[in-house]
């Protein structure tokens, strides 16, 4: 890294890529240890699995995250983690069509259309690729689209909370997007692997919205809410009421995706999964969930005294500050330059992170604090 070689001596903090830094919780990995202990023993021994994903595990998720919405085991896949599903997702759907995306979003609705063929050339002057359909979601319109002027598309992807914005769609927004799926015969992608971060009443899944099981398929990560980043697991779920317009269900065709691409998610981590969501799991992912909202909370009041217009955080681990008037990437670079802080340019999440940057709140506790009177400190002097 450059920055380094200019530096060699500078105690650089990342608060750039959301990885998580808080240990597996000791119910977790003692889990995933005494699974290990058995594969060395006859009676212990597990060879390949169901690539759709263990019985058990299929319905500890159904439970644990759609409780009275519907969702049976057998309609969850579970996988390697949501980035992953998410290509399948575009292989499954192929070229010939076109999606929508939030505008500013994860990057990888994009970059995965761009490899499968759907996205068309880049118009540099833009900032877009011509074949997709940009829905803005910034503060001007409450970080939700204004679904009357977007272009219909075969696919959404809609990511609740959002990366990198932080915000949760409300449940009106959300009715209003699967209304608008309907109307159309759209298929929502709807990612949700920020849901356990959400402290208000905004839906954590989109099928707590009526009739989302008939347009939406939801992927979702054991990465940011357990620590799995590193383990790697995750979960796609698609309804049995989810069909093409000639009638043809869609989950036959993503199963056969699965068998084909996928030898199923490594067991080891499974059992981790399945350790995840007992009683005794849950209380000790939440307290990870709390260590890194309080990191949020920091970071956001650091911001906000000094005048800076601050979103997310709330529900979402990531800060997302506006810089009006400035260059992303030139806020990125005096940062990290003056204070050794690495945080993400807000235009690599489309063009309407432009003026805006990124920090995770996803670093050690002594990290935050560090950080925060680096900050506090650059920005008093630029407006002093």
Not at 81 to 101: E, S
Not at 378 to 383: C, S, T, V
Request: with cysteine.
């Amino acid at each position: 890294m450059m920055h380094l070689k200019r530096h060699p001596h500078a105690n650089v903090i990342d608060l750039g890529v959301g990885d998580t830094t808080q240990p597996l919780p000791t119910t977790v990995t003692a889990s995933m240890a005494d699974f290990v202990h058995g594969l060395s023993t006859a009676s212990g021994y597990k060879g390949y699995g169901p690539e759709q994903g263990e019985k058990a595990l299929r319905k500890a998720i159904s439970v644990a995250f759609y409780k009275d919405m519907g969702i049976k085991p057998s309609e969850v896949f579970v996988s390697d983690g949501a980035q992953c599903d998410i290509t399948r997702l575009q292989l499954l759907m192929g070229p010939n069509l076109k999606i929508a995306v939030q505008d500013p979003s994860f990057p990888a609705y994009i970059d995965s259309s761009v490899i499968i063929g759907q996205a068309g050339k880049f118009v540099d002057n833009a900032g877009k690729y011509k074949n997709i359909e940009y829905m803005t979601c910034g503060p001007q319109t409450n970080f939700f689209p204004d679904l009357p002027s977007i272009s219909r598309t075969e696919l959404i992807f809609f990511n609740s909370p959002n990366n990198p914005t932080g915000h949760a769609a409300t449940r009106k927004q959300l009715e209003q997007l699967v209304d608008f799926a309907r109307l159309n015969g759209s298929i929502i992608i709807f990612d949700s692997a920020y849901a356990a971060y959400i402290t208000d009443d905004s839906p954590k899944s989109i099928y707590e919205i009526p009739g989302a099981r008939e347009v939406a398929i939801e992927v979702s990560s054991f990465s940011k809410f357990a620590g799995f980043t590193g383990v790697r697991l995750g979960w796609t779920v698609v309804p049995e009421e989810l069909l093409y317009s000639n009638g043809f269900p869609v989950m036959h065709d993503f199963n056969r995706i699965m068998c084909t691409c996928f030898n199923g998610a490594s067991s080891i981590a499974q059992a981790g999964g399945l350790a995840c969501l007992s009683p005794e799991g849950l209380r000790a992912i939440q307290s990870l969930v709390d260590y890194y909202m309080e990191n949020a909370r920091m970071l956001v009041d650091a911001l906000t005294s000094l005048g800076l217009t601050v979103y997310g955080g709330k529900n979402a681990p990531y800060v997302w500050v506006h810089f009006p008037g400035s260059k992303s990437w030139n806020i990125f670079a005096e940062i990290l330059e003056k204070t050794h802080i690495i945080t993400v340019p807000g235009s690599g999440f489309g063009p309407g992170g432009e003026g805006y940057i990124r920090i995770s709140a996803f670093g050690l506790r002594h990290s935050i604090i560090e950080a925060s009177q680096r900050l506090k400190y650059l920005i008093y002097q630029k407006q002093n």
